[in-house]
C-alpha cells in the first residue's frame, strides 16, 4: 500500500478464529456507528461501528466460503462466523452495497474515522454527546 493512502482501493477482513475471510473493493463508503436495537444487542456494546462498500465486489476468500446468515428483519441479513460468532456484514435487500464490520476489516483500513452515528438518540449519553449525528441514518 502507498504511503499515506487514505481511501484504499482493496480491503481484506476476517473473523476472529479466521475460518471466515474476505474482500472488498473500492472507496470506502460512509463510515459510521449505528446504535439500533440489533446492533446493540448482537454485540453487547453500545454501537457496532460500519463502512460500506459495492457489494459486487464482495468476495469470501476463506475456507468456510459465506458466513452464516441471520435476518434481523425482512428485508436485512447479517453474516456470522458460525464458528466463533464474529459479526462480518449486514447486506439490505435491493442495496447494492455491503455493510462490514470495520473492526474485521485487517489493521490498515481500521482506521476509518466514522462521519456519524446511527441511531445516536438511542445511545448511552456518554456516547451522544462526544459525536455529531448521522446525516444520512438519522
Ligand atoms: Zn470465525
Ligand atoms: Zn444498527
Redesign the pocket.
Known amino acids: 500500500m502507498t504511503e499515506g493512502t487514505t481511501a484504499p482501493d482493496l480491503g481484506t477482513g476476517r473473523c476472529q478464529c479466521g475460518d471466515i475471510t474476505y474482500e472488498v473493493q473500492g472507496v470506502p463508503d460512509d463510515p459510521h456507528l449505528?446504535?439500533?436495537?440489533?446492533?446493540?444487542l448482537?454485540s453487547g456494546s453500545p454501537?457496532?461501528a460500519?463502512v460500506g462498500f459495492r457489494r459486487e465486489t464482495l468476495t469470501w476468500t476463506g475456507r468456510r466460503g459465506e458466513p452464516t446468515w441471520y435476518a434481523t428483519w425482512p428485508t436485512l441479513r447479517r453474516g456470522f462466523c458460525p464458528r466463533c460468532g464474529t459479526h462480518l456484514v449486514?447486506v439490505a435487500d435491493g442495496s447494492n452495497m455491503v455493510m462490514v464490520t470495520t473492526f474485521s476489516l485487517t489493521e490498515q483500513n481500521r482506521g476509518l474515522e466514522p462521519v456519524g452515528h446511527?441511531?445516536r438518540q438511542h445511545a448511552v449519553p456518554w456516547m451522544a454527546v462526544t459525536l455529531a449525528p448521522d446525516p444520512l441514518h438519522s
Open positions: 449505528c446504535s439500533c436495537e440489533h446492533c446493540t448482537l454501537a457496532m460500519w449486514s446511527s441511531f
